[in-house]
């Protein structure tokens, strides 16, 4: 099952290569991770998507409590929460199918954000879901290049993932 | 007050309490070298870094204080790096310094650079690199509280030059603040109450102790709670001496090498009580079939080690000697002594037992060395049959005298980490018991040893061979022995090449006087003892068998 994790770490330099490499050689899968400073500077959210069983999950959250760098772990899979992620896609647009585009870029409220003689690249962001359906919709005009952000996610509602600053991690 | 960074390092480092230093220098590190040589911090210039940080490890295993190793940068970095790895292992605390090209080199291959806080970020507990002087301070008080709280470990310290150079002013850095760190000690009383009650309605219980025990200093907890309720107590290789080896309900060393009656225990107990262990594979072999009828409780200081390796029904998560303290007071006693009865049955039927011949057996060896030091001496050990030995033959009754690399498996470690024992234990005897393929890894040290008069003693079970090695391959090669025979030096000439002692048993009769010899002398001495040459440790799990199924 996949699980999404709100990971929240010192904004230190080298906490990136920390935590992908705890999950690189505990042979945990990432499949996606996202990550940029949050309303504090000091503090930076990694949202991270990774595969596995109940156990997996415990011993990755377990892993990652130990870093010292990271202050505050919430599994949010089964909360409610807002999820989004945004791609670049620039795909095949011969002047005869440019309208053909531009409709599905319609359906989904996508933008052009380039246009070339024979391609338009377009920006699209939505949950992992939608994403999903956009390239898919689009990959029988040939796709030539495409770009993912990987999703970011926040809890709804007034439940609050993220720093407390009372200066302790919490315990699991 | 301004001080250049080395001063304020120096310092600090003081502030910690530390007395002394495993190190060797080079260009970087030389601002803070010229800083030592006024210091009252005793350095010692051991002649490997490697043997820099096994000396600091050895150290801190005997006293229960932080080890401390500075290197160069480059060569003299990634020379530490065994002996880091080999401290995250065992959760030994240690703080090492590196010395780092200048922040302005940074990145450009420059001459001996290597990024040794990325090479060290998956075998330390933390890692930094400091950037500006006057973070020296907040940062070794950072580092010092990381590796010696909770579960210990190596802490890397990485020192550019200009930094080391530069100048600062010496703030002292106050209460150690980081949010992203707990080191959670109380346990959680709902957790010690169902362990309790488990231990009260268990009809076989075990406990399996290990290295947290001798860390936690909570071996006299240990000892109540066995004692309490009867109940027998294995240890792992890190746990020997955690409880008496010679009390009536010691089942000594379980798992791979184990005793028989201690793996037979464990198979049939009913409840497992871990103690500061990891379930490493050592131990518990085919995982399916470890402890298979057993309620598995498990007490750790790491929440990470809880269900990593084995399903666990009762964790507790907290120092382990406040977690022992708080089960014990809560305690019925009640006696489980059948299964006291069955246990000592076992013990009687399936003794360690070797057969005697006119040669030297290895297990004699230790045996007679236990015999010569009452069992009071510092022992500590290299890597292969000659460990196993160790750990079976010589009767441990006190933590922190059996120092060996257990999670690594690290050929080398034993005769540094006797120097840095002996640094920390300078009234003991210390005794490294080694193999000849071991001993070769660091002999280097001999001329550390020398030099600061620290009169350890080398045991060398001689078998020319890399006999562990050429047990499996013995037993599941066919005989087929690739590269395990060794072709060794004379190793007394060459202990008295570098100033030591060096003593040569040629018969089974000269090993008790050799090994007096070697006791009365008060310098570092090698005794040779040519052992038979193809002796097997036994028992042994074959792997991927459960542990009940020994051969031997
Ligand atoms: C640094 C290192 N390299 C290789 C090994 C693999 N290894 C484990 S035991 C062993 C043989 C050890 O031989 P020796 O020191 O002579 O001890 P003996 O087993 O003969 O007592 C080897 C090569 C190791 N543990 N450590």
Redesign the interface.
């Known amino acids: 099952m996949r699980h999404t994790l709100a990971v929240l770490?010192?904004n230190n330099?080298?906490v990136l290569?920390?935590v992908a490499?705890?999950f690189s050689?505990r042979g945990f899968n990432i499949d996606s991770l996202a990550v940029g400073r949050t309303e504090n500077p000091d503090v930076s959210r990694m949202t991270i998507v990774v595969d596995g069983d109940d156990?997996v999950l415990?011993?990755v959250t377990?892993?990652l409590?130990?870093?010292?760098?990271?202050?505050?772990i919430n599994d949010i899979t089964v909360d409610e929460y807002v999820d989004r992620e945004l791609v670049l896609i620039k795909v095949n647009a011969d002047p005869a199918q440019r309208g053909e585009v531009m409709q599905i870029a319609d359906v989904f409220r996508a933008r052009i954000v380039d246009l070339g003689r024979r391609t338009l690249t377009l920006e699209c962001t939505g949950n992992e879901g939608k994403i999903n359906a956009f390239e898919e919709s689009l990959r029988p005009y040939g796709i030539k290049e495409l770009v993912r952000t990987g999703k970011i996610a926040m809890v709804r509602g007034s439940k609050y993932t993220g720093?407390h600053?009372n200066?302790?991690?919490e315990?699991? | 007050m301004q001080k250049t960074g080395a001063q304020i390092l120096v310092d600090s480092l003081l502030a910690e309490g530390v007395d002394t230093i495993f190190g060797y220098p080079g260009g970087v590190v030389l601002p803070i070298y010229d800083v030592l040589y006024d210091s009252e911090i005793r350095h010692i210039l051991t002649r490997h870094e490697q043997g820099a940080a096994h000396a600091a490890d050895g150290y801190a295993r005997a006293s229960g204080k932080p080890g401390v190793c500075l290197a160069t940068s480059g060569p003299g970095a990634t020379n530490l790096v065994t002996g880091i790895a080999n401290a995250y292992m065992d959760s030994v605390p240690m703080v090492a310094i590196t010395g780092q090209v200048a922040t302005s080199l940074l990145g450009r291959d420059s001459f001996q650079e290597a990024d040794i806080?990325?090479i060290t970020?998956?075998i330390t507990?933390?890692n930094f690199?400091v950037k500006d002087p006057k973070d020296i301070a907040r940062t070794v008080r950072e580092a010092f509280y990381?590796a010696t709280s909770g579960r210990p470990g190596p802490v890397l310290i990485d020192m550019p030059k200009d930094v080391s150079s530069g100048v600062a002013e010496h703030i002292e850095p106050g209460p150690v603040?980081?949010?992203?760190?707990?080191a959670?000690k109380e346990p959680d009383p709902e957790q010690v109450a169902r362990a309790v009650r488990a231990i009260e309605e268990a009809e076989r219980p075990v406990i399996y102790a290990g290295g947290g025990v001798v860390s936690g200093g909570a071996h006299g907890e240990l000892l109540e709670l066995s004692e309490m309720l009867l109940i027998p107590v294995a240890t792992t290789l890190m746990g020997l001496g955690g409880f008496p080896g010679n009390h009536p309900l010691s089942v000594g060393m379980l798992g791979m090498h184990g005793s028989k009656y201690a793996n037979y225990a464990v198979n049939e107990c009913d409840l497992l009580i871990g103690v500061g262990v990891r379930f490493d594979d050592r131990v518990t072999s085919k995982l399916e079939e470890f402890a298979p009828g057993a309620t598995i409780m498990h007490i750790d200081i790491?929440?990470?080690e809880?269900?990593?390796n084995v399903d666990v029904d009762i964790p507790v998560v907290g120092d382990v000697r406040l977690a022992l303290r708080q089960i014990i007071k809560r305690l019925k006693p009640r006696l489980a002594s059948r299964w006291r009865d069955k246990i000592a049955i076992w013990k009687k039927e399936h003794p360690f037992g070797f057969e005697e011949n006119g040669r030297i057996k290895p297990q004699q060896v230790i045996q007679e060395i236990c015999n010569v030091t009452k069992g009071n001496a510092r022992i500590t050990t290299e890597v292969g049959q000659h460990q196993m030995w160790a750990a079976q033959y010589y009767t441990f009754t006190r933590p922190r005298t059996f120092i060996s690399s257990g999670g690594l498996g690290t050929m080398g470690f034993g005769f540094p980490a006797a120097i840095g024992v002996q640094v920390a234990c300078p009234d003991e005897t210390v005794i490294d018991i080694a193999g000849d393929g071991s001993i070769q890894m660091n002999i280097q040290e001999l001329a550390t040893a020398v030099h600061y008069k620290l009169p350890v003693k080398i045991a060398i079970m001689n078998n020319g061979f890399l006999g562990m090695v050429r047990q499996w391959q013995e037993l599941f090669y066919n005989r087929r022995y690739s590269y395990t025979e060794l072709e060794n030096p004379d190793f007394v000439k060459l202990a008295e090449a570098y100033g030591a002692v060096g003593i040569r048993v040629s018969k089974k009769s000269e090993v008790r006087p050799a090994l007096e010899e070697a006791m009365a002398v008060e310098k570092p001495v090698v005794i040779d003892f040519p052992i038979e040459r193809e002796e097997n440790v036994y028992p042994m799990v074959p792997p991927g068998e459960p542990i009940h199924k020994m051969l031997g």
């Open positions: 770490v010192e330099p080298g290569a920390r490499g705890l050689r156990r415990e011993q377990k892993q409590h130990k870093l010292v760098d990271v202050i505050k720093y600053d200066g302790t991690k315990e699991n | 806080t990325g970020l998956p507990k933390h690199l990381i603040q980081l949010p992203g760190y707990v959670k790491d929440p990470a809880i269900g990593k």
